[in-house]
Structure formats: C-alpha cells, structure tokens
C-alpha cells in the first residue's frame, strides 16, 4: 500500500489529485501559481486546466481536485479555484456530478486565438461595407478574430453531447432496415409528434402533427413560403424596420421585394403596414430581432383585425424560449392559425449545425410548401430528426432550455455590465431576452467603419446600419450566448478603445 501525501502550502495539484487524475497524465499540471498574471488567476488556471483537457493530459471521466483541496494546494482562496471551475463549466468541459465530485465532460480543443488583423489588412476594411451583399455573413464567420460577439451565435460549446449520444443509441436500437429509406418530405412521423406537443407546452400552440412541416431551419422555411407566395401572385412582403439582413436577403433571392415597416418601442406599427398595402408581413413578435422588442397586446389585435381582412402574418419565432424576465409571450399563430405561417427551429437552442426547424402553414399554402419541400431535396435527414425527437419526448431539450436560461442571464448581466462601464453614452436594447444586445452610439462614426476598427483590433462585432433600409443612428448587434464573461468583457473594452480612436482620426 502506498502512503499517504501529506499536503502543505506550495505542492503541486498532483499530490491531492484524485487517482483518476494522476493516471491520465498528472505531471503537466505542476503548476506555480506565481506564473499567474496580477488579478488574473481565476483565468490562468482555466486556460491551464483547459489546455490539459485539450491536449489530453487529464481525460474525460477524470475527476478534478476539490475546490477546497486545489486552493489549499495552490495557496489561493476558494473562490479563486471556483470561478476557474464555472468556466470550464459554462464551456460544457467539466461537470458537477454530486458526491462524485467536479468531472470531465468533453475534451473540447482549445478555441482558437487568432493574433488581431492588422490595421492595414485589405480584409478588415473591406469586410464591412455599407450595402452588404448576399455573402457578406460567409465572409464575416470565416474572419479572424480573438472574440466573437456577432449575434445568432448560440453557445456550441452547451450542445448536450451525452443526451444526444444517449438518444442517438436509442433510436438505432429501435430503427428497422426501411427506415434508412427515403422518408416523408413534411418529415418523421415522431418528430412531427414531438414538435407539436413542444409548441403546445412552450407556445400555445394547438397544432396536429399533420400541420407540421419539418425544415432545414428557418431559412428553408422562408424559401419554401416564398415559393407558395410567389404561385399566389404575392411578389412583396412587409418586414420589420429594422429588420434582418439576412431575412431580406432570403426573400430577396426567391424574387420577392421587401417593404420596410417601422418597428418601435411597442413593435410593428401596423397603421404603416396598412398604408403599404401588402398582402403579407414577416415579423418575429416575440423577440423583434434586433431591437428585442416584444409586440404588446394593442398592436397585437391590430394585426389580427388586419390579418383577418385578407392578410397573411409570416411569423419567425425568433429567440422566443430565451427569456429572462417574465414567461414568454404566446406566438401569434395560437392566436389566428388560419392567417398565421409558422416558422422556428432548434438553431438557438442546440447548434445552427443540426438544420433542423418547423413550418406550420394555412391550408390554403400547405400543398405548395409540400410540393416545394419535395422538390428541394426530398426531406430532411432522418436520424437527426429522431433523435431530437426522442429529447423532446422525454425531457432533455426543456433541460437544456432550463440550463441555458440561467447561463445566458450571466452573459447578458456580463455585457450589460461591460456597456456601463466602457461605452456609458451608449443607449442598450433588448435585454430581458434572447441572445443578443442592440447598442444604438449617440456618435458620428459610422458604425461599418467602427466595425472594422474593432476587428482591427480582434473582436467581431456587427454593424446595426445593416439591418437597416432606412436612415438609422448608428450601433452595433452584440452577441453573448458563445462568450464567457472575461471574453465579454474584453471584447466591449476593445469597441470603446476603436471608438475612441475613431473619433480622433
């Protein structure tokens, strides 16, 4: 039998390591709390045991120090040990498992830290021109950069790997040889099921599973309406001001025009969609990307008395499950479904990467959509399809909106925080929900220019201009899902020094 360690101030983490750690390669953790920068220690041991995680040294099923033993050990107080903890945490590395200590979840490779682009680099200044074109959100996710707070980015790192693979094993198990068979274009009976109860439980929706049409997201979604709108001799559609670029875009492609509708503090202003005289809009009353502006009761009935007089609402459930300061607001289609097409996915939820949404049409357009959706591609992928129906129906997806919830109020808390300090003047909107933060600057630089300033610097951001097709003060789109609080920090702190160098210049 071996001996016992004694600990003492000074020794290293491999003395009080669990054995489950020393065997998966101990001795690069001798670590010397003195390498730590001033104020920074929380963040050295993150990177540190990040890196030993990474690279391998500590496996996964590992279980780490106590925090109690690692701050003894270290020299350091608790807190110190926790916070580094929390942030392996939120990045979906390590897990708390009870008595059975602090684990290693995921052996995630260290985010990439690309060096700041010069300030004289072609890609920064030209990356962010005033009228962006339809490649422009290519260009900008392939950018480098240290932090990434461009908005629609939810956090990859919280995709619940266990559950899925969990899943996943199940519904092999259950699968027959047909079933690899070309399927359903609407999509598989069982996620059908499972998305019609979802938005009965979370949205207020009483929908049958035959309403639902299963989409590669909310993108194949637009395209596919904008087909059936197009067979109906509707070539305009009223949208939001501001509004999504890449919505437009979208529509735009399939040839159907755009016009802009002013969204103020109680949303959609429907006397100026009236005066439009379109037959159809396409809004996201729940969370109005990007003001964050949820359409109150008034405007509501308004749009209902306009839809049924003959109009038709395209409602993008943007962002609806993430909200933070009351229980959201049910979707309009419970409300009128024959009037109402219904668009929304697990982008934000669980990963953009899966493709996967829903499309809930009126009679009079559910054959066109059908036939549209046969002809793009026969039907959505099948496996995934099953397994996120089988996190549905037992429970785990509304796990994971409850732990994402309590992770996004940190980051939002985090940015809001960061705003008031380095960008005071500046006016913050949107929130008590979603992912993201409008900023609008009561300044003169235009916010392209300031953009690309701060990607000089390192840092994506998204200019607010390009939401826009009228005159518009200018601000940023922040996003906070995928960034930790020292990252968010940081990351404001650099659109203040671009800001401030802007100004001067």
């Known amino acids: 039998m071996s001996r016992a360690k004694v600990r003492s101030p000074g020794r290293s983490i491999t003395e009080v390591a669990s054995p489950a750690l020393r065997t998966a390669g101990s001795d690069f953790l001798h670590l010397d709390i003195a390498e730590a920068p001033p104020g920074g220690r929380a963040a050295w041991l993150a990177e540190r045991l990040r890196g030993a995680i990474a690279d391998g040294h500590i496996a996964v099923g590992a279980r780490l120090p106590a925090t109690r033993l690692l701050a003894a050990d270290l020299g350091v107080s608790r807190g110190v040990v926790t916070e580094a903890y929390q942030r392996l945490a939120e990045e979906g590395r390590i897990a708390g498992r009870g008595r059975a200590g602090t684990v290693v979840v995921a052996a995630l490779p260290r985010p990439p830290v690309s060096p700041a682009v010069p300030a004289t680099s072609p890609s920064a200044a030209t990356l962010f021109p005033s009228v962006p074109g339809s490649d422009i959100f290519d260009a900008v996710r392939t950018a480098p950069a240290r932090i990434d707070l461009t908005p629609g980015v939810p956090d990859l790192a919280a995709f619940p790997r266990a559950d899925w693979l969990r899943a996943e094993r199940t519904v092999l198990r259950r699968l027959a040889a047909a079933d690899f068979g070309y399927g359903d274009p609407c999509g598989a009976p069982a996620l059908r099921a499972a998305v019609a109860a979802w938005l009965g439980r979370n949205r207020?929706?009483?929908?049958?599973?035959?309403?639902?049409?299963?989409?590669?997201?909310?993108?194949?979604?637009?395209?596919?309406?904008?087909?059936?709108?197009?067979?109906?001799?509707?070539?305009?559609?009223?949208?939001?001001?501001?509004?999504?670029?890449?919505?437009?875009?979208?529509?735009?492609?399939?040839?159907?025009?755009?016009?802009?509708?002013?969204?103020?503090?109680?949303?959609?202003?429907?006397?100026?969609?009236?005066?439009?005289?379109?037959?159809?809009?396409?809004?996201?009353?729940?969370?109005?990307?990007?003001?964050?502006?949820?359409?109150?009761?008034?405007?509501?009935?308004?749009?209902?008395?306009?839809?049924?007089?003959?109009?038709?609402?395209?409602?993008?459930?943007?962002?609806?499950?993430?909200?933070?300061?009351?229980?959201?607001?049910?979707?309009l289609r419970a409300m009128l479904p024959e009037h109402v097409c219904y668009a929304g996915s697990v982008s934000k939820l669980l990963a953009p990467a899966l493709r996967v949404g829903w499309l809930l049409a009126p009679p009079r357009y559910r054959d066109a959509v059908v036939a549209a959706k046969r002809n793009a591609?026969?039907?959505?992928?099948?496996?995934?399809?099953?397994?996120?129906?089988?996190?549905?129906?037992?429970?785990?997806?509304?796990?994971?909106?409850?732990?994402?919830?309590?992770?996004?109020?940190?980051?939002?808390?985090?940015?809001?925080?960061?705003?008031?300090?380095?960008?005071?003047?500046?006016?913050?909107?949107?929130?008590?929900?979603?992912?993201?933060?409008?900023?609008?600057?009561?300044?003169?630089?235009?916010?392209?220019?300031?953009?690309?300033?701060?990607?000089?610097r390192g840092v994506k951001v998204q200019p607010l201009s390009w939401h826009c097709q009228r005159s518009h003060p200018p601000g940023l789109v922040l996003g906070y899902a995928a960034n930790t609080a020292t990252d968010i920090e940081q990351g404001v702190a650099t659109i203040a020094a671009a800001l401030r160098r802007a100004r001067t210049s």
């Open 377 to 456: 591609d026969l039907g959505t992928s099948m496996l995934p399809q099953l397994v996120l129906a089988e996190l549905m129906t037992t429970g785990a997806l509304e796990r994971q909106l409850r732990l994402l919830r309590r992770r996004h109020v940190r980051r939002r808390d985090a940015m809001v925080t960061a705003l008031a300090r380095h960008l005071p003047n500046a006016t913050v909107h949107g929130a008590a929900a979603g992912l993201h933060l409008m900023v609008t600057l009561d300044d003169t630089v235009a916010d392209t220019e300031l953009a690309a300033a701060t990607l000089e």
């Open 204 to 331: 207020g929706i009483a929908a049958h599973p035959g309403d639902v049409i299963v989409t590669a997201g909310v993108s194949q979604a637009l395209g596919l309406l904008a087909q059936a709108l197009l067979g109906d001799g509707i070539d305009r559609i009223a949208v939001e001001e501001p509004g999504s670029l890449g919505v437009r875009q979208h529509l735009n492609n399939w040839g159907v025009a755009t016009l802009p509708v002013t969204v103020d503090a109680a949303g959609l202003r429907v006397d100026e969609l009236v005066a439009t005289g379109a037959r159809a809009v396409m809004l996201t009353p729940a969370h109005q990307f990007p003001t964050g502006v949820v359409l109150d009761g008034r405007r509501r009935r308004q749009l209902v008395d306009w839809a049924r007089d003959g109009g038709l609402i395209v409602e993008d459930d943007y962002d609806a499950e993430h909200r933070y300061d009351r229980p959201p607001v049910p979707a």
